[in-house]
DNA sequence: CGTTTTTGATTACAGATGTAATCTTAATTT
DNA sequence: AAATTAAGATTACATCTGTAATCAAAAACG
């Protein structure tokens, strides 16, 4: 699996945000969010290209770049990894920790409502 | 907050299995699941201890480690600025995410509908 | 056309990380 | 007591990460 450092996957979000975009579109999108030089965020979108994070085509010197993986698919991807580390691989106990720590909204609580609803559909039961 | 590396948190796992425990404990107890050298673990014990992720106490020439930090407290932690980067604060896209690749288990279910319950009463709802 | 600007490529460099090996010193063994 | 072993301390070293600066080449400007 691709792996990205905590800087690379902030550009990704950026690049995610809307694309193909061009570097300086990025850069653009980051400067509200960071202090990130120029040369810094040049560096991390390089870094991407190479993990193969992003592809690029040509146009004229500039290039274009495109995110080669979902936001999704990769958030699910970490999500699953992180799980599996801290948790044995089961949500719950992260939820329950925010359920403790009152960190739970009720918008979250709906959320969780309609994921479970859902799931039962499915289940056929 | 004490920031741990992956092989770092791995090695408070072993220690969280059991405390105060010696390195060669330590060492035992990570055989199971690893194939690190002694002296990696060695290693990893040192830096926690500089991290102060954990304490010791001198036996003799040996030393007899204690973690500074419950396993509770460090993976709330964690998981908030997780959920932070990746979703914005919010648990419940990462919970919709495991729904949709079926990694619900009936166990997940029934613990989140308990959490549900328990948020709802103590709303006094 | 020469100069300045801008783009990506290459180089830099310190701190973190994974993964030990070597060193020092004290304890144990013979 | 001499030799071996074992514990922690120190050193090692490649790779990854954060954070740019410098370089080469092309484009835009004057």
Redesign the interface.
Known sequence: MIELS?AE?AVMEALWQGYPAKASDIVKRLSDDTQWHEKTIKTLVSRLVKKQAVSFEKDGREYIYTPTIGR?AY??K???N??A???RG??????????K?Q???Q???D???Q??E???QKQGK
Do not use: Y
């Not at 089961?90 to 359920?99: I, T, Y």
């Open positions: 905590k996957f999704e958030t699910l970490e999500s699953q992180f799980i580390r801290l948790f089961r949500v719950a106990p992260l939820v329950s920790g925010f359920a720590t960190q739970l909204s918008q979250d609580i959320e969780l409502k994921i479970i859902q799931w039962e």
